[in-house]
């Protein structure tokens, strides 16, 4: 029977300047990219990069809060896998990821609204209900 491992989960915020070091950091300690995902909270961007590692089933997410007009840059160099994460980032949320490796130029998913979950989407649906 294999050994069970629960390790804690680490959520580290950092700053925006800090995201590609802390993302080669990661790599270079053999941790692959999981998932990254993006939400828009209280007026702000949230992103999470979550990385796992397969050997110890460590789970580390580096976590990023940015005003909506800031930009972030991509990780693809770094983690070429991020590809699909931070295209969906950028059409979903408006978020605004600098030289993605392989940019999709807001064609990833077939929808008819722009930035769906973005600040705009909430202001309109804010809106509505009013």
Request: charged fraction near 30%.
């Given at each position: 029977m294999a050994?069970?491992?629960?390790?804690?989960?680490?959520?580290?915020?950092?700053e925006v300047d800090k995201l590609l070091t802390k993302v080669m950091e990661l790599k270079k300690n053999h941790y692959r990219i999981s998932q990254a995902c993006a939400a828009y909270v209280d007026e702000k961007f949230e992103l999470s990069y979550s990385f796992a590692d397969d050997?110890?089933?460590?789970?580390h997410t580096l976590r990023v809060v940015i005003d909506t007009y800031a930009e972030?840059?991509?990780i693809t160099e770094i983690v070429p896998a991020a590809v699909f994460y931070e295209n969906e980032m950028k059409e979903i949320f408006g978020?605004?990821?600098q030289m993605i490796s392989l940019d999709y130029n807001n064609k990833l998913?077939?929808?008819n609204t722009t930035t769906p979950l973005g600040p705009k989407?909430?202001?309109?649906?804010?809106e509505e209900e009013a």
């Open positions: 050994q069970v491992i629960h390790p804690e989960e680490i959520i580290e915020t950092i050997e110890t089933y460590q789970y972030v840059p991509s978020v605004k990821i998913y077939r929808i989407a909430s202001a309109d649906k804010e």
